[in-house]
């Protein structure tokens, strides 16, 4: 069974950085695809960041493009998310997900659009103030 912790979250103002840590244990498949994402109050929970881990391709979304930035430590089975220049839209509930049990294909495909993540970690909390 997979399981997904995370930490590195906390309080920051505009323009610093936080670094998040996902420590995934159960999880051996070099093929999948993890993943972080975000639900602030009041809004639909949104993907941020992916990592297809066999070609280690990066997907982000817009609104992170050039700030947030994925790795991965596999030895450590270790995911990160490098988060710069926040802004208080940043503000939310940080998740690591993993998308486990497709084809290679459907991996991809899912790891591209934040769609099919099946495996949750409990979430770190991100406050950023203006």
């Known amino acids: 069974q997979v399981q997904l912790v995370e930490s590195g979250g906390g309080s920051v103002q505009a323009g610093g950085s936080l670094r998040l840590a996902c420590a995934a244990s159960g999880y051996t498949d070099s093929r999948g695809c993890m993943g972080w994402f975000r639900q602030a109050p009041g809004k639909e929970r949104e993907g941020v960041a992916s990592v297809y881990r066999g070609s280690g391709s990066t997907y982000y979304a817009d609104s992170v493009k050039g700030r947030f930035t994925i790795s991965q430590d596999n030895e450590k089975n270790t995911l990160y998310l490098q988060m710069d220049n926040l802004n208080p839209e940043d503000t939310a509930m940080y998740y690591c997900?993993?998308?486990?049990?497709?084809?290679?294909?459907?991996?991809?495909?899912?790891?591209?659009?934040?769609?099919?993540?099946?495996?949750w970690g409990q979430g770190t909390q991100v406050t950023v103030s203006s």
């Open positions: 997900a993993a998308l486990l049990g497709r084809s290679s294909w459907g991996t991809l495909v899912g790891c591209r659009d934040f769609n099919g993540f099946n495996s």
